[in-house]
């Protein structure tokens, strides 16, 4: 442990109880998310996106690369139900990873288990993030993003700064524009930093 988190080599005390608690958190959030998921096309944009992941085209500016990309992939991987109902449940699944890397953040930042599960409840409950993972929208994708950079940006730190890391990303509208950061974040994996 240093200075109060848990550093990579050192996950700490309950380690396997802590990733059974990540595997119910999405578990439970994303059917949660799903029971409610929209199974047609919704109001706004939704008709939009749900065509441009259909068809590989692109959606009104920015064009969201990464969600067209990523939702493409997720339709032709979960055969079930009409595209429109597939993208739901693809915003279901970002929301419930984005809950569950938060509370890995919270485990990484030295929270208890209770606060850690607490926080990561508060976010998956709030009403404006629930109304957001079962419809056909970007935002949670964006929520997943956030967290996995802060994620990375506490790892980089820990490990006494990560000379890499890319901080116009962490802008406040770099947040709609996530497919710089994840090629960022794959190009590190890839690379073993």
Known sequence: MVGGRHSEGDLGPGYASWSWIAIGLFTGLFALYAVGACRTIYVGDSGELVAAVHTLGIPHPSGFPLYV????LWTLVLPVGSIAFRMSLFSAMCAAAAC???LVVGRVVGLGRRAAIFGAL??????SFWSQANIQRVY???ALSLVVAVLFALAGSEAGGCPGWPRPFLSADSVRQTTPLWAWLALQWVCGR
């Open 69 to 72: 990309l990523l939702g493409k």
């Open 100 to 102: 569950t890397v938060l």
């Open 122 to 127: 508060m976010l998956g409950l709030a009403p």
């Open 140 to 142: 949670t994708l964006n």
